[in-house]
């Protein structure tokens, strides 16, 4: 089976673009989780999605930050504008709800915000 | 407090050297407990699930301690392959199943 597909897998940019990272969860998996990952703070919860609904967002940063999840294979996160503190490696993880304890992480996209 | 904390390591070790790892958390309803493994510029990947009798799976063993909420990781042989950072991870109590990480400890394992 395919795991967790993210895409692109790095980004470079420049302050102030539209960045739009996007993430295809393992079929089946009907949670979707996005994290973002820093040297300083470490892997932090940005929002994750129950069945295509958004459930707890109190980790975005801000209003730059928007995420999506239009059906149950595909979700996006948005940031607009960016800035360089924005730089990160954002994952994109999924589970089931038959299997709770078990997230799978997929590979990451690591942005850069110059 | 922060809600999960870790040995802040790096530890740098032997082949064949046995390592622990601790962790504390803060959220006294946490109910789920784990340890995964983050390799170099990779995702993170469940380790072990920590079960308050505690685990063993190999050379790995996990403990859990719910009156002092601390958690272990002990590592035996440690073998070049377990070069990699240790995340320990905590769920939310009752039905939340947001997982929190701790910063990881970065495990070297030396020839």
């Known amino acids: 089976d395919a795991g967790v597909i993210q895409s692109p897998r790095h980004e470079v940019t420049e302050m102030g673009q539209e960045v739009t990272l996007r993430c295809k969860p393992i079929?089946?998996?009907?949670?979707l989780f996005w994290y973002r990952q820093t040297m300083m703070r470490g892997l932090e919860l940005l929002i994750y999605?129950?069945?295509?609904?958004?459930?707890?967002d109190s980790g975005m940063p801000e209003d730059r930050f928007s995420a999506k999840m239009p059906n149950a294979s595909f979700s996006t996160l948005k940031i607009q504008p960016s800035e360089p503190r924005d730089s990160a490696v954002y994952f994109c993880?999924?589970?089931?709800?038959?299997?709770?304890?078990?997230?799978?992480f997929g590979p990451g996209t690591r942005l850069t915000v110059l | 407090r922060k809600e999960v904390e870790q040995d802040p390591g790096p530890f740098n070790v032997p082949e064949g050297a046995t390592v622990a790892f601790n962790c504390t958390y803060s959220?006294?309803?946490?109910?789920?407990f784990f340890w995964y493994r983050q390799d170099c510029r990779k995702e993170p990947k469940l380790l072990m699930s920590?079960?308050?009798s505690g685990n063993e799976d190999g050379r790995f063993t996990a403990q859990l301690n719910r009156a002092s909420q601390y958690i272990s990781l002990l590592i035996r042989d440690s073998k070049l392959s377990d070069s990699a950072t240790y995340l320990c991870?905590?769920?939310?109590?009752?039905?939340?199943?947001?997982?929190?990480f701790g910063k990881g400890t970065l495990l070297t394992v030396n020839p």
């Open positions: 993880a999924s589970r089931s709800s038959l299997v709770p304890d078990t997230q799978y």
């Open positions: 079929s089946g998996h009907d949670y």
């Open positions: 999605f129950n069945n295509n609904v958004p459930i707890d």
């Open positions: 959220n006294s309803a946490s109910q789920s």
């Open positions: 920590v079960y308050s």
């Open positions: 991870v905590v769920n939310g109590g009752g039905s939340n199943y947001k997982l929190t």
